[in-house]
C-alpha cells in the first residue's frame, strides 16, 4: 500500500522560507516522476515542481528561482525547498507521482505566507 505524507508546513512572512518532507512508502521514488502540487483555497490544484526518475527537475514559472524539488533516495523522501516565500504561495501543499494517482493523495500541509 503506498502512502505518502507531508509535512514541514506553517506560517511564515513574506521573504522567508520553508523546507518540505514527503515521506513515501509503498513506493521508490528514484523509480517514478515525483512532484509537488499546490491548492490555494478557491483554486483548481496545481503542480509546482517535478523530478524525474533520471533526477531532472522541472519548476513553474510562478515559482523559478526560489523554488527547489530534490529527494533523498536512501531515505525515499521528496524535498521541496522554498524560499522568498510570496502570500501568492499560500496554499495546501502535497506531493504525489506525475502525473497523480488519485488514490495516493495524503492530507497535504498547509503553507501559509503572510505579507
Known amino acids: 500500500q503506498v502512502q505518502l505524507v507531508e509535512s514541514g508546513g506553517g506560517l511564515v512572512q513574506a521573504g522567508g522560507s520553508l523546507r518540505l518532507s514527503c515521506a513515501t512508502s509503498g513506493i521508490i521514488v528514484s523509480f517514478n516522476d515525483m512532484g509537488w502540487y499546490r491548492q490555494a483555497p478557491g483554486k483548481q490544484r496545481e503542480l509546482v515542481a517535478a523530478i524525474g526518475s533520471g533526477g531532472n527537475t522541472n519548476l513553474a514559472d510562478s515559482v523559478k528561482g526560489r523554488f527547489t524539488i530534490s529527494r533523498d533516495n536512501r531515505k525515499n523522501t521528496v524535498y521541496l525547498e522554498m524560499n522568498n516565500l510570496k502570500p501568492e504561495d499560500t496554499a495546501v501543499y502535497y506531493c504525489?507521482?506525475?502525473?497523480?494517482?488519485?488514490?495516493?493523495w495524503g492530507q497535504g500541509t498547509q503553507v501559509t505566507v503572510s505579507s
Open positions: 504525489n507521482k506525475v502525473p497523480p494517482y488519485n488514490m495516493y
